[in-house]
C-alpha cells in the first residue's frame, strides 16, 4: 500500500476533521494521500483528484462518511476493484463498519499488508427503449423500478428469469438486490435478509396487489429482464437510492451480475452476526 485514496462525506465537519488525522498519519509513514477533489477543505493534501481518478490510482480507499458515501465508492469500481475500509461518520453504518477509533490500528495493518477483504457482488444495470440503450449503471445495493408520480396507482411489471417468464408483478415496484443491499429498502419491503457471502439475487416486490406475491432468491447467474408497462410513462429506475432515470411504457431493464466485486476491509473484532444483533437491536427490550 504506497497510495492511500480518501474519501470524505460532503458537509461532514467531524468527517474532515478526521481526514486531517488520516493524511497526516499517511505523511509519517511515508505513505502517499490522494483526496477527492470535493473535499475543498483538503486541499492542502499531497494530491487531489476527482473521484474516478482517485479509484485508478490508489492502492485502497479511505471512506469517512455513512453507508451512502462508501455506496457512491463502491458503484465507480469498474476498472478495478480497489479495497475500501469504511468508516462510519453517518447514521446506521451496514457498511462503514469501523468507529474513528478503530480506523488508524486497522490502517496500520493494511498499509503492512496484514488485513482481509470481504468479495461484494455488484449488479450491472441497464435499460433499453426499442431496443437502444437508455441508461447503464453498476449497483452495490439495490435497482428499483417504482411509481414515480405522486397519485398513488400501481404499475405492472413484466418479469422473467433468463428466458423463463416469473410473472408480471401488479405492485408500486419492484427491488431487485445484491446480498448487501438486502438490509436496506429490501429490508423495509418484507424481503429477506441475505448473507453477503452468498452468490444471490433476491427480487423483492413493493406492495404487490396480489399477496401471494413474495421475494425469491435467485443464483446471481442469471439475468433479470423487467419490463415496465405504465401507459402514462410514469415510472422511474433508482439506482442505489443515489441517481435515478424515468422509464417509459414498454421499456426493458436487464439485471446482472456485474465482472467486478467490490473489496471491503473486514474487520478482525465483529461478523455480518454482530453487526446485525447490533445495528437491528436484536433482543433489545
Same mark, same amino acid.
Given at each position: 500500500?504506497?497510495?492511500?485514496?480518501?474519501?470524505?462525506k460532503?458537509?461532514?465537519?467531524? /468527517?474532515?476533521?478526521?481526514?486531517?488525522?488520516?493524511?497526516?498519519?499517511?505523511?509519517?509513514?511515508?505513505?502517499?494521500?490522494?483526496?477527492?477533489?470535493?473535499a475543498?477543505?483538503?486541499?492542502a493534501?499531497?494530491?487531489? +483528484?476527482?473521484?474516478?481518478?482517485?479509484?485508478?490510482?490508489?492502492?485502497?480507499?479511505?471512506?469517512?462518511?455513512?453507508?451512502?458515501?462508501?455506496?457512491?465508492?463502491?458503484?465507480?469500481?469498474?476498472?478495478? #476493484?480497489?479495497?475500501?475500509?469504511?468508516?462510519?461518520? @453517518?447514521?446506521?453504518?451496514?457498511?462503514?463498519?469501523?468507529?474513528? !477509533? =478503530?480506523?488508524?490500528?486497522?490502517?496500520?495493518?493494511?498499509?503492512?499488508?496484514?488485513?482481509? %477483504?470481504?468479495?461484494?457482488?455488484?449488479?450491472?444495470?441497464? /435499460?433499453?427503449?426499442?431496443?437502444?440503450?437508455? %441508461?447503464?449503471?453498476?449497483?452495490?445495493? !439495490? /435497482?428499483?423500478?417504482?411509481?414515480?408520480? +405522486?397519485? /398513488?396507482?400501481?404499475? !405492472?411489471?413484466?418479469?422473467?428469469?433468463?428466458?423463463?417468464?416469473?410473472?408480471?408483478?401488479?405492485?408500486?415496484?419492484?427491488?431487485?438486490?445484491?446480498?448487501?443491499?438486502?438490509? +436496506?429498502?429490501?429490508? #423495509?419491503? @418484507?424481503?429477506?435478509?441475505?448473507?453477503?457471502?452468498?452468490?444471490?439475487?433476491?427480487?423483492?416486490?413493493?406492495?404487490?396487489?396480489?399477496?401471494?406475491?413474495?421475494?425469491?432468491?435467485?443464483?446471481?447467474?442469471?439475468t433479470?429482464?423487467?419490463?415496465?408497462?405504465?401507459?402514462d410513462?410514469?415510472?422511474?429506475?433508482?439506482?442505489?437510492?443515489?441517481? #435515478?432515470?424515468?422509464? =417509459?411504457?414498454?421499456?426493458?431493464?436487464?439485471?446482472?451480475? +456485474?465482472?467486478?466485486?467490490?473489496?471491503?476491509?473486514?474487520?478482525?473484532?465483529?461478523?455480518?452476526?454482530?453487526?446485525?444483533r447490533?445495528?437491528?437491536?436484536?433482543?433489545?427490550r
Amino acid at each position: 500500500m504506497r497510495t492511500v485514496g480518501v474519501v470524505v462525506k460532503p458537509g461532514s465537519r467531524e /468527517a474532515i476533521a478526521f481526514a486531517r488525522k488520516v493524511i497526516a498519519w499517511l505523511h509519517e509513514r511515508d505513505v502517499a494521500a490522494i483526496v477527492e477533489d470535493q473535499a475543498t477543505e483538503l486541499a492542502a493534501a499531497e494530491r487531489v +483528484a476527482d473521484r474516478g481518478e482517485l479509484l485508478r490510482r490508489a492502492d485502497l480507499a479511505v471512506v469517512l462518511g455513512g453507508d451512502g458515501t462508501l455506496l457512491g465508492v463502491a458503484r465507480q469500481m469498474r476498472e478495478r #476493484s480497489v479495497p475500501i475500509l469504511g468508516a462510519n461518520f @453517518g447514521q446506521l453504518g451496514f457498511l462503514t463498519v469501523f468507529s474513528s !477509533d =478503530e480506523v488508524l490500528p486497522m490502517l496500520a495493518r493494511v498499509v503492512a499488508g496484514d488485513f482481509d %477483504v470481504t468479495e461484494r457482488l455488484l449488479l450491472d444495470v441497464s /435499460a433499453r427503449r426499442k431496443g437502444a440503450a437508455v %441508461v447503464e449503471n453498476v449497483v452495490f445495493n !439495490d /435497482a428499483v423500478i417504482s411509481k414515480g408520480g +405522486a397519485i /398513488a396507482r400501481m404499475i !405492472d411489471l413484466d418479469t422473467s428469469i433468463d428466458e423463463h417468464f416469473l410473472c408480471s408483478y401488479r405492485a408500486d415496484g419492484l427491488i431487485v438486490t445484491t446480498p448487501s443491499g438486502s438490509t +436496506a429498502y429490501s429490508l #423495509s419491503a @418484507g424481503g429477506p435478509i441475505v448473507h453477503p457471502m452468498l452468490d444471490v439475487i433476491t427480487l423483492s416486490p413493493i406492495c404487490p396487489h396480489t399477496l401471494t406475491n413474495r421475494p425469491i432468491v435467485v443464483p446471481d447467474s442469471v439475468t433479470v429482464r423487467v419490463v415496465a408497462q405504465s401507459p402514462d410513462n410514469d415510472v422511474v429506475l433508482s439506482f442505489d437510492g443515489q441517481e #435515478s432515470c424515468r422509464l =417509459e411504457n414498454g421499456d426493458v431493464v436487464e439485471v446482472r451480475r +456485474a465482472p467486478m466485486p467490490a473489496r471491503l476491509v473486514q474487520s478482525p473484532e465483529r461478523s455480518f452476526y454482530e453487526v446485525l444483533r447490533n445495528k437491528l437491536h436484536w433482543g433489545h427490550r
